[in-house]
């Protein structure tokens, strides 16, 4: 069964870097139906699409958030990662890593999902 | 500025049927299809209930179903059960970015 686990660090200071990597378990981040992405939540608060990332290294990112988020992956680990910079407390999230399947050139639908993790900005 | 625009609420006694809706407000609104759906229970990790706009994924009680009409997809909870409270939300993607709607609270009352 396919899985996907974040891991990083959950406290940061404002103007710090947000560094995150989701492992993925069951799947091959080869495939080439997928794109791996991220996906936030402050608290109380919807969801809020970040971006994702293609095997071969195509991203796309949130157009607000462009300036500050780079997201690689690593085949060879099965495994990719999110960076945002800067940050402030209105980055404080629980962010998820979701697998994106395309469907008629299209960004279809989000599945599985990681679990999240709750990183927190604050001095 | 595109959006799919969600009530923020809707409820329900145990046994009937409610709808939330998901309008895309754009110029472009043909590429907001199809439209997927994801259930939210508190503290957990949202869980796909719809994809290509009408499919449900193995597993998803066939009590949820969703249609679309013009510029607008429904998700129809039948036979609410206590269970299905939970946010919902709409999402749908173009071909370079994914696009949420602001999520719908269902409470079963």
Same mark, same amino acid.
Do not use: C
């Given at each position: 069964q396919m899985q996907l686990q974040e891991s990083g660090p959950g406290l940061l200071k404002p103007s710090e870097t947000l560094s995150l990597t989701c492992t993925v378990s069951g &799947?091959?981040?080869?495939?080439?139906n997928y794109y791996w992405g991220w996906i936030r939540q402050p608290p109380g608060k919807g969801l809020e699409w970040i971006g994702c990332i293609y095997y071969r290294a195509i991203t796309y990112y949130s157009p607000p958030l462009k300036s500050r988020v780079t997201i690689s992956v690593d085949t060879s680990k099965n495994q990719f990662s999110l960076k945002l910079n800067?940050?402030? %407390? %209105? &980055?404080?999230a629980v962010y998820f890593c979701v697998r994106h399947t395309l469907s008629g050139g299209k960004f279809n639908w989000l599945d599985p999902w990681g679990q999240g993790t709750l990183v927190t900005v604050a001095s | 500025q595109s959006a799919l625009t969600q009530p923020a609420s809707v409820s329900g006694s145990p046994g009937q049927s409610i709808t939330i809706s998901c309008t895309a407000t754009s110029s /472009?609104? +043909? *590429? =907001? /299809?199809?439209v997927s759906w994801y259930q939210q229970h508190p503290g957990k990790a949202p869980k796909l209930m719809? =994809?290509? +706009?009408?499919k449900r994924p193995s +597993?998803? *009680?066939?009590r949820f179903s969703a249609s679309k009409s013009g510029n607008t997809a429904s998700l129809t909870i039948s036979g609410?059960?206590?269970? /299905?409270e939970a946010d919902y939300y709409c999402c749908s993607g173009t071909t370079t970015f994914v696009l949420f709607g602001g999520g719908t609270k269902v409470t079963v009352l």
């Open positions: &799947d091959s981040i080869h495939n080439t800067s940050v402030t %407390a %209105a &980055d404080t | /472009d609104v +043909g *590429s =907001y /299809d199809p719809i =994809y290509e +706009g009408t +597993g998803v *009680s066939n609410l059960q206590a269970e /299905d």
